[in-house]
């Protein structure tokens, strides 16, 4: 996840902006919409698919909007894939769109700065409480590194834009692509990924009377645990003197108290008796994990992978013959590639050996 570069709050009644960035620079909570005459802006120099949210204050919203810069003043509606309504500390993901583009805030009165950016506007209809927030932080599409990284890696006399070939949408694409295989082979991951009971074949656990642990142990936040009851999901409650307490070091949830149910402890009485299989897969979970790259030290292992990665991919099919400093190649591109498909590989391996299970 990603601090956002920019975010302002703006006022309809007053034409004025405040300038909320500083806060996030050094994580110092503020209010967030406490009025429908507010509009809050969210500006990030690279195309997102969602934000993370933690509050020291629930909001209670009716009517939230959020949309994005299409062109100009134009402002489309975002696709939504979860719904959220700053209630909780939680996170709101959306469908990357295909047409956002960049935009500054030239012919607005006083904006903060003039910074062209991927903005996202949040407004609503009626505020009944404000939501106090202290942790504000985007998920980016691409999120290992940049195509300004590859471009400055390749030694190209011009960063990508859109007017080149490849764009920097297409590589910022190639980007995520190398994401994907990288975190399918080394088993971790810098990117914020979710496992939810909502989905449609949510991830169901089993456990023993202390705890258990969960499948991706670099977790950062578990939202709820729920308990299959034999007719229903119950929603425990979290805290050492409730239900169940979560050690983020361990990766493990423990239960505060013993639950026996069948399918774990059986029961007396006939083979033909209820209450067994159906016990299996007793728990749902809904919570959030990846590394931090903000405080991890593996995370700069991951930016060298997709940045070489990446430089191989636009190498050997985009044409950058423009874009190259003309006479700099001391070793052929057949060389440089090699040599980087040799120190992907050996990085790999060593990233899979220090996987801990």
């Known amino acids: 996840m990603l601090r956002p570069s920019a975010v302002w709050s703006f006022d309809s009644s007053t034409n004025l902006y405040t300038d909320l960035t500083n806060n996030i620079a050094t994580n110092t909570n503020f209010n967030f919409i406490s009025s429908p005459t507010q509009t809050f802006y969210i500006g990030v120099d690279r195309r997102s698919v969602?934000?993370?949210?933690?509050?020291?204050?629930?909001?209670?919203?009716?009517?939230?909007?959020?949309?994005?810069?299409?062109?100009?003043?134009?402002?489309?509606?975002?696709?939504?894939?979860?719904?959220?309504?700053?209630?909780?500390?939680?996170?709101?993901?959306?469908?990357?769109?295909?047409?956002?583009?960049?935009?500054?805030?030239?012919?607005?009165?006083?904006?903060?700065?003039?910074?062209?950016?991927?903005?996202?506007?949040?407004?609503?209809?009626?505020?009944?409480?404000?939501a106090v927030i202290s942790k504000l932080r985007i998920i980016p599409f691409a999120e290992y590194c940049t195509p300004t990284?590859?471009?400055?890696?390749?030694?190209?006399?011009?960063?990508?834009?859109?007017?080149?070939?490849?764009?920097?949408?297409?590589?910022?694409?190639?980007?995520?692509?190398?994401?994907?295989?990288?975190?399918?082979?080394?088993?971790?991951?810098?990117?914020?990924n979710v496992v939810t009971s909502e989905q449609t074949q949510p991830t169901y656990v089993?456990?023993?009377?202390?705890?258990?642990?969960?499948?991706?142990?670099?977790?950062?936040?578990?939202?709820?645990v729920k308990l299959w009851n034999g007719?229903?999901?119950?929603?425990?409650?979290?805290?050492?003197?409730?239900?169940?307490?979560?050690?983020?070091?361990?990766?493990?949830?423990?239960?505060c108290r013993m639950y026996l149910?069948?399918?774990?402890?059986?029961?007396?009485g006939r083979y033909s008796a209820y209450n067994?299989?159906?016990?299996k897969g007793s728990i749902s979970v809904d919570y959030?994990?990846?590394?931090?790259?903000?405080?991890?030290?593996?995370?700069?292992?991951?930016?060298?992978?997709a940045i070489d990665m990446t430089a191989i991919d636009i190498i050997r099919h985009h044409d950058y013959s423009s874009m190259i400093v003309s006479g700099s190649d001391k070793v052929?591109?057949?060389?440089?590639?090699?040599?980087l498909e040799q120190n992907i590989e050996t990085r790999m391996d060593e990233l899979q050996a220090l996987v801990m299970v």
């Open 50 to 130: 969602g934000l993370y949210c933690d509050l020291i204050t629930a909001g209670s919203y009716i009517g939230l909007s959020y949309t994005y810069t299409t062109n100009g003043n134009t402002w489309g509606s975002i696709q939504l894939i979860d719904s959220y309504n700053f209630d909780s500390s939680k996170y709101l993901r959306w469908v990357l769109p295909d047409n956002w583009i960049k935009y500054n805030f030239l012919s607005a009165s006083s904006p903060p700065d003039t910074v062209e950016r991927y903005w996202i506007k949040v407004s609503c209809t009626a505020v009944t409480t404000t």
């Open 149 to 192: 990284d590859v471009s400055r890696f390749c030694g190209f006399k011009k960063d990508f834009d859109n007017s080149t070939n490849p764009s920097d949408l297409t590589v910022e694409n190639r980007i995520r692509e190398a994401e994907d295989i990288i975190d399918y082979r080394t088993r971790k991951s810098f990117r914020f």
């Open 206 to 224: 089993d456990f023993n009377r202390y705890g258990f642990y969960l499948r991706y142990k670099d977790f950062l936040k578990v939202y709820s």
């Open 231 to 255: 007719a229903t999901w119950s929603t425990m409650t979290e805290g050492r003197t409730n239900d169940f307490w979560v050690d983020y070091n361990l990766g493990m949830i423990y239960f």
């Open 261 to 268: 149910i069948p399918s774990v402890y059986g029961m007396v």
């Open 276 to 279: 067994f299989g159906e016990f």
């Open 288 to 305: 959030a994990h990846g590394k931090d790259p903000e405080t991890d030290r593996q995370f700069y292992i991951f930016k060298k992978l």
């Open 332 to 339: 052929s591109l057949e060389a440089k590639i090699m040599n």
